[in-house]
């Protein structure tokens, strides 16, 4: 025993010897090992340098160590490499300044930007981070997360949208871990810093330093577009679109279900109207408007892909919305469906479908994507991955193993991968604010206005048609496929326990995902 412990002795001496400075720096880490855990994090009042910008520290005599030397503005001419490090840059000349300068903050010469350079080079500039009440950041975190505990708890007993709440819950927990690093970019420094013609710096040649897995889950799949198409690719090879090609005319129910989308870009546009245009956080009105709208289609994948591309500091907020109301679909529109009809009208029963031929689901998905590629060019990625997925599954036995890969194995795959980058917008500084509860508001306006909508346009089509539609199929024309259409064959079962509806439903519900797809390209070609 004493021959092991001595061993112990004197691998510890070895390690101390060897070990680069003075032993006691290794003890006064040891005795800070306090301020990296939870706990510590939790108390702080401010969030990280990197979504800052504000690397404050300074030396023994109150000098800043995170920046050069200020420029002397008596000078005429101060080179911009001068005045510039891995954590930021001086404003030397009107040119950067006019660039940095923005309707909320103008910039002036002799300011300092502070940001950071990313795994490519280019220069991300630190901003203000306001939470709700002007909570610390800690205690923001704090709070959120019982809220993503509360999203994993409707996942998994209430069975809400299971697949996808359970992963962006729990990428919010780990959002909000603090000190965990999960969500913190990569950074790039010791590099050569050139600037553009703007004044913006870039950096070349630099050392990386790795950013949390989340950060790259997000990069790769939610910035490039990449994980929506390949969410729409899997919906398309489980989606018959039979009882849409059997029972064309219910493509308008689908289309009249999105009017909820408009409805939230107008709402939108008024709160930015009315709190002014600083409501989205900087973000354009009109971007955040159309990207809020789009929540009204209860399209979970069209959502995220419209707003990564025109607001993507409301991602958070607005993925969760329109999950969330899809999640909800089976309490939201029941009362909805019920209030705007009548007891005949829940009773009217429905011819059964025609039987669609083979060689007319396989031209379908052929002529919407090439009429899109006519019409509506900005929608073709959505309608595209869609229409690919649809194709595989009705080509047949030869390209089964394709179908089989996109409906099962992908679809699973990417569900884990954009649930969790999703969740990583959940971090407080994103969600905690005024802003998240106005797009809460509007997504559920949304969603409720274009349920009333596909059931007012059943309703209009009975006046002006001999052959009948039961107004419920109308609430299906959401994208919440096929929750929505269960929905309505539930409550008209509710009515006429001999009443099925669901394929008749199946047409407005598909044609949805098609509408919403389409509108977001309208959208996006508008604002882009």
């Known amino acids: 025993m004493k021959r092991f412990a001595l061993a112990i ?27 990296d855990t939870g706990i510590s994090g939790f108390m702080r009042k401010t969030a990280p340098d990197y979504i800052t910008g504000d690397f404050a520290a300074k030396d023994a005599d109150g000098n800043w160590t995170d920046r ?12 911009r490499g001068d005045f510039v490090n891995r954590n930021g840059f001086w404003v030397v000349d009107a040119t950067q300044a006019k660039t940095l300068s923005t309707p909320k903050h103008e910039v002036k010469v002799g300011d300092w930007i502070g940001g950071y350079f990313d795994d490519a080079g280019s220069f991300v500039r630190g901003h203000e981070v306001k939470t709700l009440f002007g909570m610390p950041y800690g205690v923001g975190q704090l709070i959120m997360i019982p809220l993503c505990l509360i999203m994993i708890y409707l996942a998994i007993v209430k069975g809400f949208e299971p697949l996808l709440l359970l992963p962006i819950g729990f990428g919010g927990l780990l959002a909000n871990c603090p000190l965990g690093g999960v969500t913190a970019p990569a950074m790039m420094h010791d590099g050569l810093v050139t600037f553009l013609a ?75 109207a009315l709190f002014g245009a600083d409501f989205f956080g900087g973000v354009d009105p009109m971007k955040a408007a159309a990207s809020i709208g789009i929540i009204g289609g209860a399209d979970g994948p069209t959502a995220i892909w419209l707003t990564s591309r025109l607001a993507p500091d409301l991602l958070g907020a607005i993925a969760v919305a329109a999950y969330s109301y899809m999640a909800l679909v089976p309490i939201i529109q029941p009362p909805i469906m019920n209030a705007l009809t009548t007891k005949n009208e829940r009773l009217i029963k429905m011819p059964p479908l025609r039987e669609v031929k083979k060689i007319e689901k396989i031209c379908f998905p052929l002529i919407v994507l090439l009429l899109c590629a006519v019409l509506l060019p900005s929608a073709v990625p ?38 969790l980058s999703v969740g990583s917008k959940l971090a407080c500084e994103k969600f905690l604010s005024g802003t998240t509860l106005g797009i809460l508001a509007l997504g559920l306006c949304a969603f409720c206005v274009g349920t009333a909508a596909g059931v007012i346009m059943a309703k209009i089509m009975n006046l002006l048609s001999k052959e009948k539609v039961n107004p419920l199929i109308g609430s299906a024309g959401v994208s919440a496929v ?16 001999t009443n099925f509806i669901l394929m008749q439903a199946m047409g407005p519900n598909v044609s949805g995902v098609i509408g919403s797809a389409v509108v977001a390209g309208v959208l996006y070609t508008l604002c882009k």
């Open 382 to 419: 959505l309608i595209g991955a869609l229409m690919l997925g649809n194709l595989a599954k009705e080509a047949g036995p030869s390209v089964a193993r394709i179908s089989d890969t996109m409906s099962n194995a992908l679809i699973n795959i990417v569900t884990i991968m954009l649930g």
């Open 198 to 272: 703007n004044g913006l710096p870039v950096m070349k040649g630099g050392i990386i330093e790795p950013g949390g897995f989340l950060y790259y889950f997000f990069h790769f799949g939610i910035d490039t577009g990449v994980f929506p198409i390949m969410i729409f690719m899997g919906v398309g090879a489980m989606t018959d679109f039979g009882p849409l090609i059997a029972n064309p005319k219910t493509a308008l129910l689908g289309g009249a279900a999105q009017f909820g989308i408009f409805f939230a870009l107008f709402g939108a546009l008024g709160l930015a």
């Open 68 to 79: 050069p030397a200020a420029p002397d503005l008596s000078r005429k001419f101060n080179p």
């Open 482 to 497: 096929p929750m929505a259409a269960r929905v309505s064959n539930k409550v008209s079962l509710s009515n006429d326990p």
């Open 9 to 35: 002795f004197a691998v510890a001496v070895a390690f101390c010897a060897s070990a680069e400075g003075d032993w006691r720096d290794t003890l006064a880490k040891v005795k800070n090992l306090s301020a």
